[in-house]
C-alpha cells in the first residue's frame, strides 16, 4: 500500500499558491484494508475514504469505463493492482496529474509540470471526451488562471468542440452546471469561464440566455464596446474588481437579458429591457436552480439598474418606492451588492472603466437620512394596516425631497 498527494495540492503548490485542502491516493490497497486501518468511507459513487485523524479524504486508485451519456454515465473499477499511472490517465487535466511522494518526490507521466510553465489546459487523454462535466472544469479552469496567463489548449479546444457537436453538454445536470457556475463566480477572472464555454460553443446550449446577447448592437455614444454580449463580460469584469461576492458577479452578468428579446429592426435601441429581461432571468434560474439570494439581486439590478443611474432625476416618491422595492428598508437587505451591479454596469464600457459613481454614494447618503427617521409617532397612532405603510412612504418622500433640497 503507497499513499500520494494529488491533484490541487500538488498543481497549487507548483505555482506557489496557497493549499487550501489536500486529497491522497491510495494504490495497492481494498476497500477492506482501509476499513481496517480506521478509514470512513464517504464516497457514493465510488471508493472515498476520511483519515481517521486528519479527516482527509483519500481515494482507492480506480479506472472507469463510459457506459451510458452523461457524467453518471460510467462504471469504476477499484482493485490493489489499479497503477498510479493508470488513476492519473483518467484525470481531467494533465496539470491535475501529477503525483507527490511522501519524501516530495514528483510523478508526472502526462508531462503537467511542462503545462504549468507553459501556461496551458490540457486533457491528459482521450478519454476526457467521455464526461461532459469536464467542459464546465476547463472554462472553471481558465476563469482561476487567465490572470497567470493560462489559455486552452488548441487540441483540447477541439476536443470540447467536438463533445459539444455529440451532443454531451445536453447532458449536463442543473446541479453540476450550478456547481461549476457558483465556483466559477468566485474565481479571479470570472469572464473567461464564459468566453471559454463560447470559444466551444457550450455557450448556446448551457446558458442560452447569455450567448443570446452576442451579436446584438447597442447605441455607439452610450456602448463604445457596442456588443451587449461583450458589454455583458466587461460589466461582470468590473463588479469582479468591485466585489468578491458571487451573487453581485451574477446579477452583474445578467442584468441586460433583456436586449436580447429586442425585435432587431429596433436596434440598437432597447426600450423597456429591463422588464423584458425577466422571462429570460426567471428560465434561468428554475433551469439551474439558483438560490433566492442570487435570484433576488439579479431580478433587482435588471429592473432598476437604469433608475440607479438616473437617481439624481429621479422625483422623491420614485425613489422612495425604488428602495422599498429592493428591500433596502430590511435589517438583512442587498442594497450594496445592487449599487456594485450598477455601478459595474456604468463601468463596464469601453473607455469607461476607471470612471467614478457618484450616484452609489448618493443613495448611500439618501439612506443615512431615511435610517434616522423616527417613526415611533406613526407605529403609536391609530393607524392601521396598509395606513401605517402610506404614512411611512409620505415621511421617507418628505426626508428624500428635503434631503434633494438642501443638495441644490
Same mark, same amino acid.
Given at each position: 500500500m503507497k499513499t500520494y498527494l494529488v491533484g490541487g495540492a500538488v498543481r497549487d503548490r507548483l505555482l506557489g499558491y496557497p493549499v487550501k485542502e489536500r486529497d491522497w491516493l491510495v494504490v495497492g490497497a481494498s476497500v477492506e484494508?482501509?476499513?481496517?486501518?480506521?478509514?470512513?468511507?464517504?464516497?457514493?459513487?465510488?471508493?472515498?475514504?476520511?483519515?481517521?485523524?486528519?479527516?482527509? $479524504?483519500?481515494?482507492? %486508485?480506480?479506472? !472507469?469505463?463510459?457506459? =451510458?451519456?452523461?457524467?453518471?454515465?460510467?462504471?469504476?473499477?477499484? /482493485?490493489?493492482?489499479?497503477?498510479?499511472?493508470?488513476?492519473?490517465?483518467?484525470r481531467d487535466l494533465t496539470i491535475n496529474a501529477i503525483a507527490e511522494t511522501s519524501d516530495g518526490q514528483l510523478i508526472d507521466p502526462y508531462n503537467g509540470q511542462h503545462d504549468l510553465k507553459r501556461r496551458l489546459l490540457r486533457h491528459v487523454s482521450p478519454a476526457f471526451s467521455e464526461d461532459p462535466v469536464r467542459i464546465l472544469r476547463v472554462a472553471r479552469f481558465a476563469a482561476r488562471f487567465a490572470h497567470l496567463g493560462f489559455s486552452?489548449?488548441?487540441?483540447?479546444?477541439?476536443?470540447?468542440?467536438?463533445?459539444?457537436?455529440?451532443?454531451?453538454?445536453?447532458?449536463?445536470?442543473?446541479?453540476?452546471?450550478?456547481? $461549476?457556475?457558483?465556483? %466559477?463566480?468566485? !474565481?479571479?477572472?470570472? =469572464?473567461?469561464?464564459?468566453?471559454?464555454?463560447?470559444?466551444?460553443? /457550450?455557450?448556446?446550449?448551457?446558458f442560452p440566455e447569455i450567448d443570446a446577447l452576442f451579436g446584438v448592437p447597442q447605441p455607439a455614444q452610450y456602448h463604445p464596446e457596442i456588443d451587449t454580449g461583450i458589454h455583458a463580460l466587461m460589466v461582470l469584469e468590473q463588479a469582479s474588481r468591485l466585489s468578491s461576492q458571487p451573487e453581485v458577479r451574477l446579477a452583474a452578468l445578467l442584468h441586460d437579458l433583456g436586449k436580447a428579446v429586442t425585435p432587431s429592426q429596433f436596434w440598437p435601441s432597447h426600450h423597456g429591457h429591463e422588464q423584458k429581461g425577466l422571462k429570460p432571468l426567471?428560465?434561468?434560474?428554475?433551469?439551474?436552480?439558483?438560490?433566492?439570494?442570487?435570484?433576488?439581486?439579479?431580478?433587482?439590478?435588471?429592473?432598476?439598474?437604469?433608475h440607479c443611474h438616473r437617481v439624481r432625476e429621479l422625483r422623491a416618491d420614485t425613489l422612495a418606492d425604488l428602495l422599498h422595492n429592493i428591500g433596502a428598508f430590511r435589517a438583512a437587505n442587498q442594497l450594496e451588492g445592487f449599487l456594485i451591479a450598477c455601478e459595474a454596469d456604468a463601468r463596464g464600457r469601453t473607455g469607461f472603466e476607471n470612471r467614478d459613481y457618484p450616484q452609489a454614494d448618493f443613495i448611500r447618503a439618501v439612506m443615512t437620512q431615511l435610517n434616522q427617521l423616527d417613526t415611533r409617532a406613526i407605529l403609536n397612532s391609530k393607524l392601521q394596516g396598509a395606513e401605517i405603510g402610506t404614512a411611512i412612504r409620505r415621511l421617507r418622500i418628505d426626508c428624500i425631497s428635503q434631503f434633494k433640497h438642501q443638495l441644490s
Open positions: 484494508t482501509l476499513l481496517a486501518q480506521g478509514f470512513r468511507p464517504v464516497g457514493k459513487d465510488f471508493p472515498v475514504f476520511l483519515h481517521p485523524d486528519s479527516h482527509e $479524504e483519500y481515494a482507492l %486508485a480506480r479506472t !472507469e469505463r463510459k457506459t =451510458a451519456p452523461g457524467y453518471k454515465g460510467f462504471v469504476f473499477h477499484t /482493485a490493489a493492482d489499479v497503477t498510479l499511472e493508470q488513476d492519473l490517465q483518467r486552452v489548449a488548441d487540441e483540447t479546444l477541439a476536443l470540447m468542440r467536438q463533445m459539444v457537436a455529440n451532443g454531451e453538454a445536453q447532458h449536463l445536470v442543473a446541479e453540476r452546471v450550478w456547481a $461549476e457556475l457558483q465556483k %466559477a463566480l468566485g !474565481e479571479t477572472t470570472p =469572464a473567461a469561464f464564459f468566453e471559454v464555454l463560447r470559444d466551444c460553443s /457550450a455557450l448556446q446550449v448551457i426567471e428560465n434561468f434560474c428554475q433551469r439551474l436552480r439558483v438560490p433566492k439570494t442570487y435570484k433576488t439581486l439579479a431580478r433587482d439590478v435588471m429592473q432598476y439598474h437604469t
